[in-house]
């Protein structure tokens, strides 16, 4: 019987890499934290930081409200950055996956990437358009 390959850790799949600078938001996840600290290290930034500066934004989204911040935290972001849209898997009520969709495009960005994030919760990437960096 052939070997499977061992699955890639998280923090790969999510694209963070050493002395990026890193947002994370309405995200407890300690593990997920740990990780992101130990990948990037003191090169974390706050939601105060200069607008531009950071190349992953995690976002997590459990209500219409949070939505709202996928809007207010893009200027934050290096034109080539990404933000991470984290919210519940196959909800058919609150927030679902079309809404998360639906209010980046709302914001003029695309999404190019979906991971499983964890038994309960999906990541939805988003960049700046290609044309618009």
């Known amino acids: 019987m052939p070997e499977t390959a061992p699955q890639k850790p998280l923090i790969d799949k999510l694209g963070v ?8 938001l309405g995200i407890d996840d300690e593990a997920f934290l740990a990780s992101v600290e130990q990948r990037s290290g003191e090169h ?30 893009q200027g934050h972001l290096k034109p080539s950055g990404a933000i991470w ?7 058919t009520d609150g927030v679902t996956a ?4 639906a209010a980046g495009l709302e914001c003029g960005l ?4 979906v991971v499983s994030f964890s038994a309960t919760h999906t990541g939805l990437m988003f960049v700046v358009p290609i044309a618009e960096r």
């Open 110 to 113: 695309v999404d190019i990437k």
């Open 17 to 24: 890499k050493p002395g990026q600078h890193i947002i994370v």
């Open 44 to 73: 974390t930034c706050s939601p105060g930081t200069e607008e531009g500066g950071c190349d992953i934004i995690f976002l997590g989204i459990e209500d219409e409200e949070d939505l709202t911040w996928l809007k207010r935290v």
């Open 98 to 101: 079309s809404d998360v969709r």
């Open 85 to 91: 849209a984290i919210f519940h898997k196959g909800r």
